[in-house]
């Protein structure tokens, strides 16, 4: 009976001996499985592969488009100041003021989403994601509807000669998209969207700063957040 | 006897990469198609049509035909057989690395 009893219990240790360098020699296996199992959660449902590099264009272009619109604005200022303008052509040199303003914010739009296609592609690449992919494709989607609604809106304010409202409300439309379409990207770019909501909110109680707030929202917080995933997603792909 | 519990956790069925990554992609997505799983895991169409027969042999995962525009689309999800197993799979994984 006792020599039965140590017998049971060698067999035993010895099981335990067999799991213990099955496990060890498994243990790298287990965690490349773990490795696997997450980044193909991730890059099934988000798209991980938006470009830091393409934030901080956006940012610079948006930089040198308020700087063109400042410029726009102070040789309007000058010209209304002079008295040699009779009153009736007061109105014509307003609305070119507008159409130049709406012109430099369809050039600067155009050329940042331009670069950013292009960087984001190239990000895409490295990731192992397509550039449109079932995941890009949500993320358009859901970026796209709150944008355009935005996009219509400040138009029809312009429309009203509701200018004062017009910049606020494109930061505040542009940052409801951005916490929208979050949840299919990187994280990071829920918190830039409520700094944008923010920074629109500000901008339509402090109204004829429109200009000082775009810079800020459009420019220097892009350039900011572009720096930031840069340096936390692009640098190690 | 603790260990001997977290190897018959282990499940023979998610051993394969592809299978492992088939499973993981349906966790988190409700339905998706033969294109976007070709999409995301980069392997051959026979490869992938054989792992998830034996998927759906297990009850792991549900397949569903049907036609878009009068072209055939195959689309997946996974049951509730298959997500529970594959949460025991993945606690499985978990305790077994934490236990070194």
């Known amino acids: 009976m006792k020599l039965n009893g140590i017998n049971e219990s060698n067999t035993f240790t010895l099981y335990f001996k067999v799991l213990f360098i099955m496990e060890s020699e498994n243990k790298e296996t287990h965690l490349e499985d773990l490795s696997e199992i997450r980044s193909m959660m991730e890059r099934s449902s988000t798209f991980i592969s938006l470009s830091g590099l393409s934030g901080i264009v956006a940012g610079l272009i948006a930089l040198v488009g308020s700087g063109l619109a400042y410029y726009r604005l102070e040789s309007f200022y000058r010209s209304t100041e002079s008295l040699e303008i009779p009153f009736a052509n007061l109105y014509d040199i307003r609305t070119e003021l507008i159409t130049d303003f709406i012109l430099i914010a369809c050039v600067v739009l155009v050329s940042a989403i331009v670069f950013g296609l292009i960087l984001t592609a190239r990000q895409a690449r490295k990731k192992g994601q397509q550039l449109w992919g079932s995941t890009s494709k949500r993320l358009f989607l859901n970026l796209a509807i709150p944008l355009i609604t935005g996009g219509i809106f400040c138009l029809i304010l312009i429309h009203h000669g509701i200018y004062g409202i017009a910049a606020p409300a494109s930061l505040m439309f542009y940052g409801l998209a951005l916490v929208n379409a979050s949840k299919y990207t990187l994280r990071d770019i829920r918190m830039l969207g409520y700094i944008e909501i923010a920074l629109g909110l500000l901008a339509s109680f402090f109204i004829g700063n429109g200009l000082l707030f775009w810079a800020i929202g459009f420019g220097v917080m892009h350039i900011v957040y572009g720096t930031i995933m840069y340096f936390k997603y692009d640098k190690n792909a | ?100």
Not at chain 2, 33 to 56: R, V
Not at chain 2, 78 to 86: R, S, V
Request: positive net charge.
């Open chain 2, 1 to 100: 006897m603790a260990n001997d519990g977290i190897i018959a956790n282990l499940n023979k069925a998610f051993e394969n990469r592809i299978r492992l990554g088939i499973m993981s992609i349906l966790m988190v997505n409700d339905v998706v198609d033969f294109k976007q799983l070709k999409e995301m895991l980069q392997t051959t169409d026979g490869n992938i049509a054989s792992h998830i027969n034996t998927l759906e042999k297990k009850g792991y995962v549900a397949i569903t035909k049907q036609f878009i525009d009068k072209k055939p689309n195959t689309s997946y999800s996974a049951t509730k057989a298959g997500k529970n197993a594959f949460k025991s799979h993945l606690n499985a994984l978990e305790k077994l690395i934490k236990h070194k």
